[in-house]
């Protein structure tokens, strides 16, 4: 599965966007994936909890649901996973991004995030998302959704990223042309001297041509 991957999708166009996912697993939490649906590109991130003793579980059954699933509301998708037998006993953040020509919609929960990053801007689309209880326990998903531009990318990342990384830095990597190069450089920006990683880390990048 994608979840073990520790080199760089090559950068592929799928319609109007072209994308880049990373998994490097430090705890091995963390799984990620992109598919086309017919409604457009689906993006899913998933950072099981690691203290429950069934993250990994519950963050691949996350994905493997929604990968299988024909297209819905991401929001009731969510919602409908949040039972401990649908995800193994386990617990975990997701997200559901799917690109649709001119906006991206899509919900959240836990403390993995996405941005719309643009040329001057950037766009928290899950800045108001609920950290606690995650997948699992009771969670709130929350909807998001912005315009999409030719030239924006989404960056969907586990916490792994989002707090050990300074922000601008994060902007400034993911505008760069080589989405499969960009991945990469995040990543680097949270390794230790010593070569480890202070948590699992995915990255995926998805940008409209």
């Known amino acids: 599965m994608l979840w073990h991957k520790t080199e760089v999708e090559a950068e592929v166009a ?3 966007f072209a994308h880049a996912l990373l998994v490097t697993p430090s705890t091995g939490q963390d799984r990620a994936a992109v598919a086309a649906h017919d409604h457009g590109l689906v993006v899913v991130l998933a950072d099981g909890a690691g203290g429950t003793g069934r993250g990994a579980t519950a963050a691949q059954a996350e994905v493997d649901t929604v990968l299988a699933a024909p297209f819905e509301d991401a929001t009731r998708l969510l919602t409908g996973l949040d039972d401990p037998k649908r995800l193994g006993l386990g617990e975990t953040t997701a997200i ?3 690109l ?10 836990g403390d993995s995030g996405a941005w719309l990053v643009r040329a001057h801007e950037v766009v ?5 998302q609920v950290h606690k209880p ?7 998903p929350v909807a998001f959704a912005s315009p999409l531009a030719p030239g924006d990318t989404l960056l969907v990342a586990s916490d792994g990223l989002w707090k050990y ?5 994060i902007a400034r990597i993911a505008r760069d042309a080589a989405l499969d190069e960009a991945a990469a450089a995040l990543v680097e920006l949270v390794r230790y001297p ?3 990683l202070p948590d699992d880390v995915s990255v ?3 940008r409209r041509s």
């Open 124 to 128: 928290d689309l899950t800045e108001q």
């Open 165 to 169: 990384a300074h922000p601008a830095d």
């Open 134 to 140: 995650l997948l699992g326990a009771g969670a709130l």
């Open 204 to 206: 995926v990048l998805v």
């Open 14 to 16: 799928t319609g109007r």
């Open 96 to 98: 559901i991004a799917t």
């Open 100 to 109: 649709r020509g001119d906006h991206v919609v899509g919900a959240s929960v």
């Open 194 to 196: 010593s070569s480890k």
